[in-house]
């Protein structure tokens, strides 16, 4: 079973557009999204054909494939035009003997985790920054950004399929990174 984790594609048509390409071409079945979904936040430039209208609608046309949770630029009114849930805060999640607590970032983070069982996977987006870190009580991931990347790093998202996870640069699709649990 494969699974696209993304995050902050905040009202980005453009990139929106190259995740679901990603989508179709790993053929994946699930898509895991970690908040900001339609708009960009006060802090962030405008995106790459910032058409949040265009966002939802491409979004609600795969609803029945789509986890999400939260993100602090998501609100209820988003919610009113999306067709899946998007306001839960975390998404506590399984893969083998480990548990994948999924959350956008901007409460919980390795730097204020949640009550977690050692060993378990802290999976969240935010800072526009892929990482994969193991803490020694926890290993910390980020897909990064779909949208609006920082600190140099590539348009990016995790492919996870059992217990193997690849961060891939959206605009070529080459892996960059992987972590197998």
Request: proline content about 7%; charged content about 20%; overall charge negative.
């Amino acid at each position: 079973m494969k699974i696209i984790i993304a995050s902050d594609i905040h009202g980005s048509a453009h990139w929106c557009l190259e995740l679901f390409r990603a989508w179709e071409e790993e053929e994946a079945i699930k898509l895991l999204l970690l908040g900001d979904i339609l708009y960009h936040g006060p802090r962030n430039d405008l995106p790459d054909e910032y058409e949040p209208k265009r966002v939802l609608s491409m979004l609600n046309h795969l609803h029945e494939h789509i986890l999400c949770v939260r993100g602090n630029c998501d609100t209820e009114v988003d919610q009113m035009v999306l067709d899946f849930p998007i306001l839960a805060d975390y998404a506590f999640l399984c893969t083998g003997s480990r548990a994948i607590y999924a959350t956008h970032g901007h409460v919980y983070n390795p730097d204020n985790p949640p009550p977690l069982p050692g060993g378990s996977v802290l999976l969240n987006g935010h800072t526009h920054v892929p990482a994969c870190t193991d803490t020694g009580d926890f290993i910390y991931m980020n897909p990064g950004s779909v949208s609006i990347p920082k600190e140099n790093s590539p348009h990016s998202y995790i492919l996870w399929e059992g217990n193997r996870f690849i961060w891939k640069d959206l605009s070529t699709g080459k892996a960059y990174m992987e972590k197998i649990l």
